[in-house]
């Protein structure tokens, strides 16, 4: 059997063997992950790791530049510089979304979609889990952004920490740094879309209608008002020009 060069090409990439500066992303994910470094902890020096293991440091500094990129390390200068573990964050899962919209990838119809599944879920599970004093802080932000918009400032920033914040009553770290990188995407859609005040309070008046459903305990009419929430909330950003997306 002859097989075709383009499928020739392909088994040669399954193929490939990884090069060193895979391998030594690979080895220390698993050091990471076993919990023999932490968050804070300082990785070995390039030289020091490079010696450990007798490779040249050109592919330990790659490593590095790799974990880096997928956020799991962060690279700072000085003279306490070095490769340090950090928090996870959805800094690269945001960078990927915005890349994907820019090349037309994935709409801003997709993206409100995918809230609607995310955010439906949060909710329910905030309604479960809230506490009263989880329910006075949210009852506070509403406020805190309303006050803004009637003084004429727009309080977008407001607006999304209060879906993050129902996030993280929800409980669940997952879905707080998967909705963290829809909302940060959001946030580049709307500092574009520019919203006047009374837009940003209309959306603050959607978000005290949430918490009384939340405090009421209400599944249907939290889940009715979240729906028409996100589908309204996005429906400007749906209609920007490619190019401004």
């Given at each position: 059997?002859?097989?075709?060069?383009?499928?020739?090409?392909?088994?040669?990439?399954?193929?490939?063997?990884?090069?060193?500066?895979?391998?030594?992303?690979?080895?220390?994910?698993?050091?990471?992950?076993?919990?023999?470094?932490?968050?804070?902890?300082?990785?070995?020096?390039?030289?020091?790791?490079?010696?450990?293991?007798?490779?040249?440091?050109?592919?330990?500094?790659?490593?590095?530049?790799?974990?880096?990129?997928?956020?799991?390390?962060?690279?700072?200068?000085?003279?306490?510089?070095?490769?340090?573990?950090?928090?996870?964050?959805?800094?690269?899962?945001?960078?990927?979304?915005?890349?994907?919209?820019?090349?037309?990838?994935?709409?801003?119809?997709?993206?409100?979609?995918?809230?609607?599944v995310i955010e439906r879920e949060i909710a329910q599970l905030a309604l479960a889990r809230a506490t009263p004093?989880?329910?006075?802080?949210?009852?506070?932000?509403?406020?805190?952004?309303?006050?803004?918009?009637?003084?004429?400032?727009?309080?977008?920033?407001?607006?999304?920490?209060?879906?993050?914040?129902?996030?993280?009553?929800?409980?669940?770290?997952?879905?707080?740094?998967?909705?963290?990188?829809?909302?940060?995407?959001?946030?580049?859609?709307?500092?574009?879309?520019?919203?006047?005040?009374?837009?940003?309070?209309?959306?603050?008046?959607?978000?005290?209608?949430?918490?009384?459903?939340?405090?009421?305990?209400?599944?249907?009419?939290?889940?009715?008002?979240?729906?028409?929430?996100?589908?309204?909330?996005?429906?400007?950003?749906?209609?920007?020009?490619?190019?401004?997306?």
């Amino acid at each position: 059997m002859v097989i075709p060069c383009d499928h020739m090409l392909v088994f040669d990439e399954f193929i490939r063997p990884p090069r060193t500066f895979e391998v030594i992303v690979d080895l220390l994910k698993a050091r990471i992950f076993a919990g023999q470094y932490r968050v804070g902890d300082r990785l070995p020096a390039e030289r020091e790791l490079a010696e450990a293991l007798a490779i040249g440091r050109a592919s330990v500094r790659e490593a590095y530049r790799a974990l880096e990129l997928v956020g799991i390390v962060e690279v700072r200068k000085g003279k306490d510089g070095g490769a340090y573990i950090r928090t996870p964050s959805a800094k690269s899962l945001t960078g990927a979304l915005n890349d994907l919209l820019r090349v037309g990838s994935v709409s801003v119809a997709q993206i409100t979609e995918a809230r609607l599944v995310i955010e439906r879920e949060i909710a329910q599970l905030a309604l479960a889990r809230a506490t009263p004093q989880d329910i006075a802080g949210l009852r506070a932000m509403v406020g805190e952004a309303i006050g803004k918009a009637r003084a004429g400032v727009a309080a977008s920033h407001d607006n999304v920490a209060f879906h993050m914040r129902l996030a993280e009553i929800a409980g669940n770290p997952i879905l707080v740094m998967v909705l963290a990188s829809i909302m940060d995407l959001l946030m580049l859609l709307i500092r574009r879309a520019e919203p006047e005040a009374q837009i940003t309070r209309a959306v603050a008046e959607d978000h005290r209608r949430i918490v009384d459903a939340l405090e009421a305990r209400d599944p249907e009419r939290l889940r009715a008002l979240i729906e028409e929430h996100i589908r309204t909330s996005n429906a400007r950003l749906e209609e920007l020009p490619p190019g401004e997306a």
